[in-house]
């Protein structure tokens, strides 16, 4: 048995049938009716059996995926939590057609972590998605959201082009349309201010409202606030910010910093989620934006969980290397130091993005520069280092292959 929304069940019906099937649904006891009005329908979301079988999923595989995670070295998760930041920021701009490479993010990353002022246009992003995990949000009022806004997007869209910029009281005070690729307008944003500031409002009460399970909040507030449409230009980014800000309190936190690339991978079904629940034939059923937005998040979870267990099949392949290749240090005193940082060197091979810088390495290891210089100058006369530039940055990695010969020739 599959979901089958409204919105096929129209297609599948006469009249007749669908109005019965209709009634039934929006009357039954396992409905959550609520104040907000989708083409004069009052909108709602029934306890579908397919969507708490998803809910239980997630549950399952969150759990699975902690337990993974747990498993691995401080650093691997660190460096894999980079690299995913990185990837999160990268593509929700991608999907509004904002252009960020990830070498300019991850540059910007280390401005902002060295507390040195930058005027990069994505530094609201950035510095707000650093704080995804640390940060408290009290997402409680329609001033919130702009305050995120603010923090986030305002000096950005400035740029871009003022016009774009909230002229209301919080919001916007004209019409939007929402468009697809297109051009076609699939949506209208909610009008008048006033009406935004109420929806936007009883929309944070039911993220607040505990009696519904934290998946089916975040699903619901993430259709209402693209319902809603409160800004001209930013929305797409702050909504999936939100959610991935309660995602990661939530759940594993590392979930919070995959939701876009997700959303990238399966942008038609995102999309067309927006667009069945929007259409009249719908009937306000938010339950058809629910299911699909948790089989997005469920799709997450199940790349992460691959990846963690390829990583770490991988990291424990160079762990036993690691272990096999003591004679090519022999000659120095410090060969336990000097494998100790080819192992974080490994590390963030496999689970990072860019590699290493210096100072990382200084206090991972506890010693100082000129020590780590030396150590690194050992493993360059081996050819088992690779040295990256981004910006005034260098990082450093392990040439893997290198290690690999290492291990099976036996080149001591």
Request: proline share 1%; with cysteine.
């Amino acid at each position: 048995m599959s979901f089958k929304s409204l919105y096929k069940l129209y297609v599948m019906n006469n009249i007749s049938a669908f109005n019965d099937i209709y009634r039934e649904k929006i009357n039954s006891s396992s409905t959550i009716k609520f104040d907000i009005l989708i083409n004069n329908y009052q909108s709602f979301f029934t306890y579908d059996v397919e969507i708490m079988k998803l809910v239980s999923k997630i549950r399952d595989i969150d759990a699975t995926v902690s337990r993974l995670f747990s498993k691995l070295p401080a650093l691997a998760v660190a460096q894999y939590m980079r690299k995913s930041l990185i990837d999160e920021i990268a593509y929700t701009n991608e999907i509004e057609g904002v252009v960020s490479t990830r070498k300019d993010i991850n540059d910007l990353i280390n401005e902002i972590e060295k507390k040195i002022k930058t005027k990069n246009r994505f530094e609201g992003i950035v510095n707000k998605y650093l704080m995804l995990t640390k940060e408290k949000l009290n997402l409680v009022e329609a001033t919130t959201i702009r305050e995120i806004y603010d923090e986030m997007l305002y000096n950005e869209i400035k740029q871009e082009d003022k016009n774009n910029l909230p002229d209301g009281k919080i919001f916007r005070k004209e019409e939007v349309h929402i468009l697809r690729t297109t051009n076609k307008i699939i949506h209208n944003g909610i009008m008048p201010e006033d009406k935004i500031i109420e929806y936007m409002n009883k929309t944070l009460d039911i993220l607040n409202d505990s009696s519904i399970d934290i998946l089916i909040r975040v699903s619901l507030v993430h259709y209402y606030f693209g319902f809603i449409h409160p800004f001209y230009d930013g929305n797409g980014r702050i909504n999936r910010f939100i959610s991935s800000y309660v995602l990661s309190k939530n759940l594993n936190e590392i979930v919070g910093f995959r939701l876009s690339m997700t959303i990238k991978e399966n942008l038609t079904q995102y999309l067309d989620a927006f667009v069945h629940t929007n259409d009249i034939r719908n009937r306000a059923d938010v339950s058809t934006f629910v299911y699909e937005f948790l089989d997005i998040v469920y799709k997450s979870y199940l790349k992460t969980e691959l990846y963690a267990l390829e990583k770490t099949q991988e990291y424990n392949k160079y762990l036993g290397i690691l272990e096999k290749i003591d004679n090519i240090f022999i000659e120095y005193k410090n060969q336990t130091d000097i494998k100790e940082l080819l192992n974080i060197l490994i590390q963030a091979s496999i689970f990072g993005d860019f590699g290493i810088t210096k100072a990382e390495m200084c206090q991972l290891l506890n010693k100082g520069n000129t020590k780590i210089t030396e150590f690194l100058t050992i493993l360059k006369s081996k050819d088992l280092i690779v040295e990256n530039r981004s910006g005034k940055y260098r990082y450093y990695q392990v040439d893997l292959e290198k290690l690999n010969i290492y291990n099976k020739d036996k080149v001591y």
